[in-house]
């Protein structure tokens, strides 16, 4: 299937692994003009270059931290008006909320709601004048289902889907469409730095809890960047402009509910 997208340009952010490389992958593959970010410049670089390879389609790049305004400032510099935008970073860190101070919860809410909120506004109105938009935010299954010891991301990321909830309905009649992406369990860095993490405390093998963990999802393994990736790709593209402000769990069918 053809998804009437090559050509645009693409800013997707925090994309040097995981989610955000699988969607610049998948999105490179359509013939889109894909400008990618991370915050290392090695790394970056690299991926770049990889997925350059890959799409036969060169992939700018820039190192910087989204989080910050310097690092938007740059970031739109590099990729000035782009008709699709990914918006993603890094999770907030897990923990009991009796440890969280105020500045803790401004770091969370910073990277996982007005982060991607400052770049929507930004390229919003160019969107709507060129009458061809799409924002995909990748947010996380925490969202509908909160996950307990991730606090920070449930309460950030629900402000986040929120408010684009509200935004969405505002710009669908200019062919600009805002959805979110949520991921449940993904095989990537950061759920591998996960299962590390609770292994060493539980003093159980990294491979035992990954196997159950695995065992515990209906479809009995991880899912991988590439199926996400593929997932963003129809959402950005032109057949998709009739899904307008959607929450769509890409999870494995993880949550039990039967909507
Ligand atoms: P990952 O650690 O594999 O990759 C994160 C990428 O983001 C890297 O390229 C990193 O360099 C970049 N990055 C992080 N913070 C950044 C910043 N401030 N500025 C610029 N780049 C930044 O993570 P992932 O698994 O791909 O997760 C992506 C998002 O999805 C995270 O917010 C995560 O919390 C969320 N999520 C992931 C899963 C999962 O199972 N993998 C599940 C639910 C939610």
New binding site residues.
Partial sequence: MDLGIAGRKALV??????????CAEALAREGVAVTI????ES??RK?AEEIGTMSGRAVQWLA?????PE?RAAALAACPEPDILVN?????PPGDFREWDRDMWIRAID??ML?PIELIKATLDGMIAREFGRIVN?????VKAPIDILGL?NGARSGLTGFVAGLARKVARHNVTINNL??????????R?NLEMRAKAARKPVEELRKAQMSANPAGR??S?AEFGAACAFLCSAQAGYIVGQNVLIDGGGYPGTF
């Fill in positions: 952010c925090a994309a040097s692994k995981g989610l955000g490389r699988g970010l991370a915050r290392t790394v970056v991926t910087c931290d989204i989080t910050t690092g993603n970073a890094g999770g907030p990277a996982n982060t990748i947010t996380s299954s925490a991301s949520l991921p449940g369990p993904f095989d990537t860095d950061r759920l730095g991880f899912g960047a």
